[in-house]
């Protein structure tokens, strides 16, 4: 595999990991109205769902990176599999900052 081909297939795979976290945080977001909708819209639970969603969102990330991961390395898409491995740490770093910044203030 050429140097070239190796660095799309590493930024399509960072691609894929970006697309599914849209997909997640939509579930996550749709949760929440489902939520707001079963109890009262004026309770906090709709809320509480994003809260917990997005600060356990490393967790909720390693349901779909690691059965993605295994799936491209069956299928011989190393580079790939090494781009959503870097989308995947990136991701755990971000969230893990804001989290300190959030809650380093207490």
Not at 39 to 56: E, K, N, R
Request: a positive charge; proline letters at 2%.
């Amino acid at each position: 595999m050429s140097q070239r081909n190796e660095i799309l297939q590493t930024l399509l795979g960072i691609l894929i990991l970006f697309v599914l976290h849209v997909l997640a945080a939509g579930i996550i977001f749709g949760l929440a109205g489902l939520v707001d909708q079963i109890f009262s819209p004026s309770s906090y639970y709709g809320l509480g769902t994003i809260l917990i969603g997005s600060m356990g969102f490393f967790i909720w990330q390693l349901l779909y990176v690691i059965p993605l991961c295994i799936w491209l390395r069956r299928q011989q898409r190393l580079a790939m599999m090494k781009g959503v491995i870097i989308g995947a740490v990136i991701t755990a770093l971000l969230n893990g900052g804001c989290f300190l910044v959030i809650f380093a203030g207490r």
